[in-house]
């Protein structure tokens, strides 16, 4: 038994915990100040906080599932969280600010596990699209439960593992597409010296979860409105549907969201990019080691992948809710860690990422006059300003001023977060 | 010294001249551009008995009127002319003009450039997503888009010019719109 003999010793075991205290002083400070200054007008309560599939959500806490073959139904949504909800009996805020404390904590033993410092917690925390942890959706619980498979993995604890994969899986429906990016884990986990056995042990077990996550989902959406693969026939009313891409990317969201929804494209590409070295190493194994990548690593950029490839293919050039489905996840935090670890890179690198990143901004008519209602010389401006943003995450670890960029960075996002939280309770389009 | 001061003199003006000769390059060449639709709504008073319903006096950027699409409604007017107003194919447009939004409620709000090529070619649709790009309500905002034409299109080509609210939001007012084609 573990016994600490002040709160100081406490703190300095698990010095997360100050951190995780800090930003929520940090953060409750900033929203009364600017509430107080009028430069924010509103703050979340249970009727501000019920929107868009917060409805739905309330929908099957109150009423159970209903189907429909020519609208939009409850049907597309997993039912962890509403039953979760109906559970609690809490209004809506009182289960905005549970997901938050979920979150908090599942955030504070992600970081403890992973040794995260002080400073790349703080960032991390304060991730703009973070404010969808405050509202009654399925991220926080998503945050929670992916935690629990990628600790699995980090720490070798086949429970975890298998828990968090079945907790993912009845929590929302982009945990369909854990299979693919286990399956890529599975493959070079297993061409690891020794590691073939445990691999494929952890592969197997793993699509077993995953596997009676979705038949439970299945079982009760069948049970409920005879129709087992709902989930599946209701997605087409949201607009997802295999279809072409259309140029140029744009995000109904608007342009306060599109830059993240645009750095979590540069985030999938830039993992599609990884991946297929790694495959591609893979592929060369006989002729060269496999570099030895941590499996949670590589799945977290395998659902990076998978996701990109998804927005991409059924939404038809619109990058509606990427940022939420990457920037919000533990997925994420684990990629930032492990750039963080990496030793120095050296300029050159840099000088081709800037190129390849430029390039990329193309994709939404920077360089051509069709990004929307923006000058030329306006749209370098907001995609310089967004290249030097997402360049100061890359090369924050070698940067000599550290802290300056982190609290400049730090009290951006919070201001974005709150933002974009006021935006959402006056019912304004931010997801 | 003196022979210094004058060569440096001299450098400064070939600059400035230079820079002159390269703004005069960047200046928007008449002939190059014609306009499709120039249009501050003004033009209907007094001329007919009742107004269009798409008028309204509630708000105006100049004059007295202003293009309105009410709260809860798909369509207002429609606007058409054919590329034969230009003594030449366009390489693109540019639609400008000035947009009032009510509130952040809007919804959906697409000012729509249609150029219809009688079955000859798919025809070319383009929308301007208001709802994404304005972000700030209840004052007048610029709104602009520019749109790539291909080079086979005809001069009987029609141009259609309208607002779309698919989810029929708030409503939103636009004035002094200008629809110009580029060679």
Redesign the interface.
Known sequence: MISFSSPSLFIRRYPILGVVALHVLLLAALTSVLYCFGVIHYLPDSENIARWDVYWYALIRENGYSFSTTSSSTAAFFPLLPYFWRFTHLDALGMGLLNFGIFLAAFAWLAHQLRLPARWALLLLSTPALLFMVIPYTEALFFLFSTLLLMGLHRGRLSWWMLGLVGCGLTRSASTMFVPALLFTTLLWAAQPGQARRALQWGGLGLLSNGIAVGTVMFIQWYQMDEPFAFYKAQQFWGHHLQAVHYPF???????M?WLDALALWVGLASIGVCTWLAFRWLRRRHQPLPAVPPAVVFALGYCVCITLFILSHQGGSLWNFGRYVLTTPFFVVLVWYLSTQPAWPRRFYVYLLLATLALWQVFGVY???F????RSQALWYFALLTAYLFLYLTLRQLRWKGEVVMGLYVFNLVMQLHLLE?FI????VQ | MTDYTFRYKLRVLSSLLLFGLLMAGCAKDESNVCVLMNSDFEQFDGWVPTLPPFLSEAKAHSGRYSYFVGAGAEFAGTYHTTLERCGFIPS?LQLRGWTYLSS??I??TNVVVEVRCHDRRPNIWRA??I?????RYQQWE?????I?LPSDLEPTDEVWVSVWCPERGDSKYFDDLTLEAWR
């Not at chain 1, 006056?426 to 389009?429: D, I, K, M, W």
């Not at chain 2, 709802?131 to 972000?135: E, H, N, S, W």
């Not at chain 2, 610029?142 to 520019?146: E, G, L």
């Open positions: 744009v995000t109904p969201s608007g342009i306060n599109l051509t006059l069709e929307d209602n923006f000058t935006c006056q019912y304004f389009v | 693109r952040g409620l919804r959906a301007l997503a709802d994404q790009v304005v972000r610029p709104i602009t888009k520019t790539l």
